[in-house]
């Protein structure tokens, strides 16, 4: 992979802002049921923490559509992280503003935030610049993580990365290679299969696909 990632760049004491997707399944009692992506994650964080950074994270969770949902804030999902690092994880109950900007300010190197959810605010899939601004400045570096949701334009995905040094974390990355390997020099017959429940977001992928594969089946 050409891009940089976060093994290129030195990140002892910087503050670092992370977009993982932390968009899991949570039941009627708030517990997370399936902590595959929060999982997924952990190699970043990891590293991030045993080099010395302050790991800012932010995620989205569902689909409030730009309101303050109770039923969708990242709580449980902080507790069940918490427990898989090892380690508090300070959830903060705002995106940006100045109880979130003084919360950053006081962190020290190896612990972890992670901000409310990003789509509390209607600006973030809008990837208004001022919203993407305001995410940038509680950072020194911008790492993206999050891989399912790389193709939406949002502030935390493609907005913060105009204010800020940006590279790749080790899932970005290593989804990256994984695809790039399998449409250079795939092994036939090469079948590809999409799933997901917006077909209409995928149009472009298909197009792309089509020449590639033997066959594309989609679900």
Sequence with gaps: MDKKTISDVDVRGKRVLVRVDLNVPLNDARQVTDDTRIRAALPTIEYLKQHGA???LASHLGRPKGK???????DPVAERLAALLGQPVRKLNDV???EVEAAVKAMKPGEVVLLENLR???QEEENDPQFAKQ???LADLYVNDAFGTAHRAHAST???AHH???VAGFLMAKEIDFLSKALQSPERP????LGGAKVSDKIGVIRNLLPKVDKLLIG
Aim: proline share 7%.
């Design 158 to 160: 493609e907005g913060v």
């Design 164 to 166: 800020l040094p940006a």
């Design 135 to 137: 995410l940038a400045s």
């Design 54 to 56: 302050r790991v800012i």
């Design 120 to 122: 509390f605010y209607k």
């Design 68 to 74: 303050f949902v109770d039923s969708m804030r990242l």
């Design 190 to 193: 090469f079948v590809a299969i």
């Design 96 to 98: 940006v503003g100045p």
